[in-house]
């Protein structure tokens, strides 16, 4: 590991990577390299989830192709050093900032989503001018084979290189120094990473997990939200950190409510055969799930096979805020539905808890849209939609306190692995002698009234 990071800061070093030309070639051939080589990452996806090539298409590929479509476009522009004002007391002097790549980079990925959740962080790197190091999940072992395979034949080591492995091989990447980490994962494992970064004072990005709420008033078009949400939540068998955990839904609707989630699963179709879903990672995850379904309180689905990793979507009816399922983050295909009377007060029981990475409101009242968006601090989300903010690449994307810290995607992902440098260029034209000794009363009553006081 030291020596594979010693070489990328001997490369990094050489300035290679802050040159534009260079910063789009290597994203087209990223591009490439995923476009030539499809069918391995399907087929690989296939192994691990029995995702279909339209889904993997549609919730991996897209997103990472066009994000680096938009960084080739822009790198010159988000590159470029931006003019600052001067204030009266530097003048004659311009100022300006210059954006400059942090430099070694460490992207640690997610097994959920892994082509997206590992390329797109390795976008913005590539975009803001870093070489990287990509250490994929090794839960999804397949698809992290392929990406090591693909990017380690095609890339030079010295750039970008993917190390494969689980806690041991991050450990010790982790121990390295590193100019920048980005981090991927769970709140729990987030914690270690920040502190492992604390020790070098490496900056890093978070993208964690939590309970994302949905809200539905007694306002929204039921029928269209049902749809909307039931798409959102069985999409990758509910494994998508911006899933809805849970839905908060006004009691005078809830009856009719549950009715339309249930024909809308229906009308799903949801099977591993068809390519209309997918399954539980592994048997520990689906064991892990199974645990969490309360019998009592199933309105529809609950039936499972194991040994298949296979759940039903499952709604689960009358829960409350102190039912087991409540206390951790599900990712899987099991949506609670807990009623509320009095939506301040629903309102008020998410803000007690960790702010979520998503929250969503469905609504026709402009004031419920407004309370939802303006009281409850959270990542990101949407207003009668869930999941869709993060297919919009114009959009930033990320966490707030337990979900995580820092965004990315489009010019957000060029910030996160960027420092931007201010300059005070002094020109020699003159030399105002305020700020040299000997102080005195004349001088500071000057420079007070430059400064408007
Ligand atoms: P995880 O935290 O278990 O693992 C993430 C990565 O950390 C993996 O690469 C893993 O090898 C590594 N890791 C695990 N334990 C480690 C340790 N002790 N020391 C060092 N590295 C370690 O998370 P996961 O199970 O892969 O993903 C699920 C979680 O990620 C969920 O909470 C989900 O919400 C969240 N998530 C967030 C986003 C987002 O964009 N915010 C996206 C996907 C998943």
């Known amino acids: 590991m030291h020596q594979l990071i010693q070489q990328q800061r001997d490369f990094f070093n050489t300035n290679a990577t802050k040159d534009i030309g260079f910063r789009k070639e290597q994203l087209q051939k990223l591009f490439d390299t995923i476009k030539n080589n499809e069918q391995l990452l399907y087929d690989a996806i296939y192994k691990d989830f029995k995702k279909s090539s339209f889904e993997t ?6 997103l990472v192709y066009s994000d680096i479509k938009e960084a080739k476009r822009k790198v010159g522009k988000w590159a470029k050093r931006k003019r600052k004002r001067t204030n009266l007391v530097n003048l004659p002097a311009k100022s300006y900032v210059i954006p400059e790549p942090l430099g070694v980079s460490l992207v640690i990925g997610a097994w959920n989503y892994p082509y997206q959740l590992s390329f797109a962080p390795v976008v913005a790197a590539m975009v803001a001018g870093c070489t990287v ?3 994929p999940s090794e839960i999804s072992p397949n698809t992290s084979a392929v990406m090591a395979q693909i990017i380690n034949n095609n890339f030079n080591s010295n750039y970008f290189k993917v190390v494969e492995g689980g806690i ?27 502190q492992a970064a604390a020790k070098n004072l490496t900056p890093v990005t978070l993208e964690l997990g939590g309970k994302s709420p949905a809200f539905i008033t007694e306002t929204a ?11 959102a939540k069985f999409l990758n068998a509910g494994q998508t950190c911006i899933a809805p955990d849970y839905l908060l839904v006004h009691q005078s609707i809830k009856k009719e409510f ?30 892990r799930l199974i645990k969490m379904i309360p019998k009592d309180k199933i309105y529809c ?25 409540m206390e951790e983050e599900i990712f899987g295909p099991i949506l609670p539905v807990i009623s509320y009377e009095n939506f301040q007060d629903a309102i008020g029981k998410v803000k007690s808890l960790p702010k979520p990475l998503s929250c969503y409101i469905f609504t026709k009242s402009n004031t419920s ?48 692995f960027t420092h931007y440098k201010s300059i005070l260029e002094k020109s020699n034209l003159f030399e105002a002698n305020l700020k040299y000794y000997p102080n005195s009363e004349k001088k500071l009553s000057l420079i007070k009234r430059m400064m408007g006081l």
């Open 133 to 135: 190091v990509l250490k």
């Open 221 to 231: 078009n039921l029928k269209m939200t049902a749809k909307r949400l039931i798409w």
């Open 369 to 416: 849209k407004n309370k939802i968006l303006t009281e409850i601090s959270f990542g990101g989300g949407c207003v009668n939609e869930a999941v869709m903010h993060i297919s919009n690449g114009y959009l930033g994307f990320g966490g707030v306190g337990n979900s995580g810290m820092g965004s990315y995607h489009g010019e957000d992902g060029f910030r996160a």
């Open 301 to 325: 689905g609950g039936n499972y096979d194991v040994e298949k990793r296979y759940i039903e979507p499952t709604i689960l009816t009358d829960i409350s805020f102190d039912d087991t399922i």
């Open 168 to 194: 041991p091989e991050t450990t010790a990447l982790l121990n390295e120094k590193f100019d920048k980490i980005f981090f991927t994962g769970s709140t729990t494992v987030g914690r270690i990473i920040y």
């Open 258 to 287: 549950l009715k339309l989630l249930a024909s809308e699963i229906e009308n799903s179709h949801f099977s591993t055969d068809n390519g209309n879903y997918v399954q539980i990672i592994n048997t520990k995850n689906t064991e």
């Open 57 to 62: 298409f549609t919730t991996e590929l897209a």
